[in-house]
């Protein structure tokens, strides 16, 4: 095969360039077994391009975060994609003689850490001289100031965290040090980062915390760093007038959001999936009780008046949880009125209700969200009322479980396999929650009435015997009384 055309390297160079990380990885295992020129150049260019990757992810590591959304999807400093693979090539170029030391650089601080620095402060003066080259127009910043629920993302603000990458480089790796227990040399340094990045720059405190931030999986943890840059950044009347505030307001800011989302989550007009509403609230009470433990704040202050709300709100939201709940499992597995003899009667297991379906579904995911929302109840001051729920409806579904049993031991129900059916539901909504102990209860008495059914199955002649030997002798004896005499 002959080689490929000017415009087909360049199209080929645009598609490699513009693949993900998993498809170039895919490409580089695929291609080679095409054969031929073409598939041997389209290959070279596949490992040319994931070599430059790794180079370019080994010197802009400290802030490779900041060109993702968090998971948590609480506002951060976040960077257009885009952009990182476009300063990279800006940054990069007339700099090939340094690239190779990139290759193969182990851990720690060595001759690849002054070039991947070198190319960081190239990507900076990229940004700042030729913006319009690296920063997509449908992404350019608008004229607006930034905020707390929306930080502003600029080249101007990438530019300044460029400049911090080679403090960012070691600070990340102080990182989990920071976030536990500290010592006060530990303390220390982080104080003198700070005081280093503001060196740099009057924003330079709050973009290391920008990039340090994009590190942590768990957003209330970074409260821990943000209280311990100074002294007194503990104390909300000093910390709410600094620049480190906007990392409690985001916050803050990321509740209340969550907060009105699982109100909606929890209207009665539609049963949405609770999965979500569980981590929201979990999340929430992870927030909540790390400002707690980590900062003093006044209750007449608006953090205070902020996060006083947002209890108040999920506390009433949790207890209308746990009335649905309620409601939802006497709906799925509902008692009537039998009569007894004339006019008394009593409540009973409802056998003919539907075995499964939405009432059965609804309830279930209920019981579930109520059961993960262990954590979040203790810091919303629900958990007693947990807990009574769940004593409630282990004595309602046992109950209703063991009477349904007993009705088909005796022969009172129509159907046993749909009551069995119903009862296997009880089960596991005892399981869901959590009273197990209940559970395995019903399921053995389940499972003995199921085998006393499969044997009356499996011997059906037993009553027609009887029944058929009854006829045979009556016929017989009529028969001989009709003629005595051949006897």
């Known amino acids: 095969m002959s080689s490929l055309s000017v415009a087909h390297r360049a199209a080929l160079q645009a ?53 993702q959304p968090r998971a948590d999807r609480t506002p951060a400093l976040i960077f257009p994609p885009a952009v990182l693979a476009r300063v990279w090539r800006e940054a990069r170029a007339g700099e090939e003689a340094f690239l190779g030391l990139l ?24 940004l700042r001289d030729r913006p319009r080259d690296v920063w997509p127009d449908d992404q350019w910043p608008r004229q607006t100031a930034g905020s707390a629920e929306a930080p502003a993302a600029s080249p101007a603000e990438l530019a300044g965290c460029f400049d911090l990458a080679p403090l960012a480089r070691t600070a990340v790796a102080r990182l989990s040090v920071w976030l536990e227990r500290p010592d006060d040399n530990q303390l220390a340094g982080l104080r003198l980062l700070i005081q280093d990045c503001l060196a740099i720059s009057p924003e330079g405190g709050r973009r290391m915390i920008d990039i340090l931030f994009a590190h942590v999986a768990d957003a209330e943890r970074m409260l821990r760093i943000v209280t311990r840059t100074s002294r007194l950044a503990d104390t909300e009347a000093i910390l709410s007038h600094s620049e480190m505030g906007v990392f409690v307001e985001r916050l803050l800011t990321s509740v209340q959001s969550r907060v009105q989302r699982i109100a909606a989550c929890l209207s009665p007009r539609d049963r949405p999936d609770m999965t979500q509403a569980v981590e929201d609230a979990t999340w929430c009470a992870g927030v909540l009780a790390e400002m707690d433990m980590t900062l003093m704040v006044r209750p007449d202050s608006p953090w205070g008046k902020t996060a006083r709300m947002a209890r108040v709100q999920m506390a009433g939201q949790l207890s209308g949880l746990m009335k649905s709940t309620s409601a939802a499992v006497h709906a799925a597995l509902p008692m009537k009125r039998q009569v007894l003899t004339g006019r008394m009667t009593r409540l009973c297991p409802w056998l003919e209700a539907p075995a499964k379906g939405e009432p059965i579904e609804a ?5 579930s969200a109520v059961s993960g929302l262990r954590g979040a109840a203790n810091t919303f001051g629900c958990e007693a009322d947990r807990m009574a729920l769940k004593t409630e409806l282990t004595d309602y579904l046992s109950t209703w479980a063991n009477e349904a049993l007993d009705s088909i031991a005796d022969g009172d129900v129509a159907d046993p396999d749909q009551a069995l059916r119903l009862v296997g539901t009880a089960a596991r909504f005892l399981t869901l929650v959590e009273a197990l102990e209940a559970a395995r209860a019903v399921r053995r008495r389940a499972a003995a009435a199921e085998a006393a059914r499969a044997t009356t199955k499996a011997t059906p002649g037993a009553p027609t015997s009887v029944t058929t030997g009854a006829t045979t002798g009556a016929t017989t004896g009529a028969t001989t009384g009709a003629s005595p005499g051949v006897v």
Request: hydrophobic letters at 55%.
């Open 15 to 67: 598609v490699v360039q513009a693949a993900p990380d998993a498809v170039l990885t895919q490409l580089r295992t695929a291609v080679p077994s095409l054969g031929g020129d073409k598939a041997a150049e389209l290959t070279a260019m596949i490992v040319q391009e994931a070599r430059d990757r790794a180079r370019r992810d080994l010197a802009f590591a400290p802030l490779l975060p900041l060109f």
């Open 103 to 126: 290759d193969g650089a182990g851990v720690g601080e060595g001759e690849w850490t002054l070039a991947a620095d070198r190319l960081c402060a190239r990507a900076a003066a990229v």
């Open 363 to 367: 309830a279930a995911a209920l019981l």
